[in-house]
């Protein structure tokens, strides 16, 4: 089955400032590489994906690339606001067409 | 998200005690999931079911079972609970799109067991 390692756990950054969180996942045959965020009180809410055939996608100041070859996917936020603070998830679909979850980045802006 | 709701909220329970959480959906979708989320963990699936008539477990479904009612109702029962059953829990539709999909979920039922 799908492996999925996400990092780093927790992260801190100052207002402004651009976060980048790495997952990482072993079944080679999934294609769809989502980015869920929760926050407090709720539940997960997509906020970005990516399909295999592309690299890179953006949405105003979040972004997902992919590297198939390294199984890897990062998400990347700049001009980081309050708002932002939340737990994010990496979820890729793997063959059975489940969504395998990462452990989660709780990601911190200080004003 | 308010298309898809999840009863009761807040759930305290005694060990050995039969529960029953409840989740509905007004999307349409045919796609409908059970997770449990416990701190550092993420989200692990529990059951799910693609139609009506289509019952799969997942990752953790030992003293779990479901009940698939309708397209838009799928409930989760604790047959024994216990005290490490103590967990969020989250009930998800979704409708695939050919190259992926998007789950959506309700707010979450708090479940803890003494």
């Known amino acids: 089955g799908e492996n999925v390692e996400q990092h780093p756990s927790t992260l801190s950054v100052q207002e402004g400032d651009s976060a980048v969180i790495k997952c990482t996942y072993s079944?080679?045959?999934?294609?769809?590489f989502p980015w869920y965020k929760q926050e407090l009180g709720k539940g997960p809410q997509l906020i970005i994906d990516?399909?295999?055939?592309?690299g890179e996608k953006k949405d105003q100041r979040i972004a997902v690339t992919l590297n198939k070859t390294a199984k890897h996917f990062s998400l990347h936020i700049t001009e980081t606001q309050p708002e932002d603070s939340a737990v994010y998830f990496c979820?890729?679909?793997?063959?059975?067409?489940?969504?395998?979850f990462g452990s989660g980045t709780r990601l911190l802006v200080r004003p | 998200d308010a298309d898809v709701t999840q009863t009761p909220r807040n759930r305290i329970t005694k060990t050995g005690k039969r529960i029953m959480l409840e989740c509905s959906q007004t999307?349409?979708?045919?796609?409908m999931y059970w997770y449990r989320q416990d701190p550092g963990l993420g989200l692990r699936l529990i059951y799910y079911?693609?139609?009506?008539?289509?019952?799969n477990k997942g990752e953790i479904s030992d003293g779990y079972s479901v009940s698939r009612q309708a397209q838009a109702k799928f409930s989760l029962s604790l047959e024994s609970a216990i005290p490490n059953q103590t967990a969020l829990y989250f009930c998800?539709?979704?409708?695939?799109?050919?190259?992926?999909?998007?789950?959506?979920f309700g707010p979450g039922t708090r479940l803890l067991v003494l």
């Open positions: 999307k349409g979708h045919d796609r």
């Open positions: 079944d080679s045959a999934s294609n769809y």
């Open positions: 079911s693609f139609d009506v008539k289509d019952i």
């Open positions: 990516i399909r295999s055939n592309v």
């Open positions: 979820a890729p679909l793997d063959s059975s067409y489940k969504l395998i």
């Open positions: 998800a539709t979704s409708e695939p799109t050919g190259q992926g999909e998007t789950q959506y």
